[in-house]
């Protein structure tokens, strides 16, 4: 884990300074008048996880239940080989390779990300994760630099990578099952392109249940569900609702997006930045069925966490989950037109912690711009899990 703790200064660093940083094309490999060499996805190394194996999904993912009164009960887990659907996974930046690409070698960086965020849907689908030569922490710097933007992330060779692993899973493993999207941040800019090229309103997108890209910004007509980035993919308003999307940025209530928010907002004046609530599709209020790291551990490093209870007592498993202690709704404010907006209802008389971690930071400021985005899929594991079981069973009553 050592590594994952420097990604996180690495991070931090990147983004402080991001505004000195020159803007620049983030794969000089394509530029060079060489095009890169393919990856191979029949090779099971280019995967970090495939069904039937021990890999980097086949991890301990119990659970201590924290109650508001101090209990702790613990939650066993367990993957479910015989699920019905699949869902294929594209991870957010986290790789520390000093290139503007990564490699495709599975570092701790990605290991680590594939246990906080994927590993969990085990057990609704099947699970599929390629690795790709994304943009790393330090491609993304020179990305936002003065005038620069998230745009590039959906183009180029992690793009095209993505791309070669999707038509190797639907040549050699989907075999007419239905399948779950799931991306954050970078994993969802490349997630939204694939869909416009190859899904959106072609028949393929029968077999999709749901596309679930956290992280990121996708535009919609004011007052409509459908029609901006994607022309025939709405909003999930069900849990049982298929062919929909689930999308959100996280903030937290007191710390809502600033001017310079990076989520959250449209160009265009007639769009506006779509959310999704899931812990309440059908709109308002809901409570967050969260899954968060014992140690304060998230997809770039670690963050202080405050003791889960107190007196403070051990806890043996690597999640925990805090039932009551969280909801969220559907909110815009004069910088962003759509984002999800987390409240933490902490309450100094009971003996569970008041507050949760997860906040991006440099040194002791909070950079509010970019939100609760460490743990954007973290906060709503358990209400994402649910609404892929349910839509698993309404699929297969179609079928």
């Not at 790709?132 to 590039?152: E, I, K």
Request: with cysteine.
């Amino acid at each position: 884990m050592v590594r994952c703790r420097l990604g996180l200064h690495a991070f931090v660093f990147i983004l402080a300074a991001a505004g000195a940083a020159p803007a620049q094309t983030p794969a000089p490999a394509q530029a060079a008048g060489t095009a890169p060499a393919k990856n191979d996805y029949a090779d099971d190394k280019s995967w970090l996880c495939r069904p039937g194996r021990q890999d980097a999904c086949a991890v301990d993912m119990s659970a201590t239940v924290v109650s508001s009164d101090g209990r702790l009960t613990r939650e066993a887990w367990t993957a479910n080989p015989k699920a019905a659907v699949d869902c294929f996974y594209v991870y957010p930046t986290v790789s520390t390779d000093p290139t503007p690409n990564s490699d495709m070698n599975a570092d701790p960086a990605e290991l680590n990300v594939v246990r906080t965020q994927f590993a969990r849907f085990g057990s609704q689908c099947r699970l599929f994760a390629p690795l790709y030569r994304q943009v790393t922490l330090a491609g993304l710097r020179s990305m936002l630099g003065p005038g620069g933007s998230f745009a590039a992330l959906d183009r180029g060779l992690g793009f095209d990578d993505v791309v070669d692993a999707w038509h190797h899973y639907l040549a050699r493993d989907n075999g007419g099952r239905g399948f779950v999207l799931v991306g954050h941040s970078q994993g969802s800019f490349v997630l939204a392109e694939l869909i416009r090229r190859e899904i959106d309103g072609k028949p393929i997108q029968s077999k999709l249940l749901s596309a679930i890209l956290l992280g990121t910004t996708i535009a919609v007509p004011k007052g409509k569900d459908v029609g901006g980035t994607f022309q025939d993919l709405p909003l999930c308003h069900s849990a049982t609702q298929l062919g929909c999307l689930i999308t959100y940025a996280s903030f937290r209530s007191d710390v809502a997006p600033p001017a310079n928010t990076l989520f959250g907002r449209v160009a265009d004046a007639n769009m506006v930045a779509a959310c999704t609530n899931p812990a309440a599709l059908g709109g308002g209020s809901g409570e967050l069925h969260a899954y968060l790291s014992t140690t304060g551990t998230t997809i770039t490093g670690t963050s202080p966490q405050q003791p889960w209870v107190m007196p403070e007592q051990a806890i043996a498993t690597p999640w925990v989950s805090v039932p009551g202690l969280l909801t969220a709704r559907c909110a815009a404010n004069g910088n962003a037109s759509g984002y999800l907006e987390v409240t933490v209802h902490g309450d100094a008389a009971d003996p569970r912690t008041d507050d949760i971690a997860g906040d991006l930071r440099a040194g002791t400021s909070v950079l509010s711009n970019w939100g609760l985005h460490l743990i954007d899929v973290n906060l709503a594991m358990g209400n994402l899990l649910d609404i892929v079981k349910q839509q698993s069973t309404a699929y297969g009553k179609k079928k």
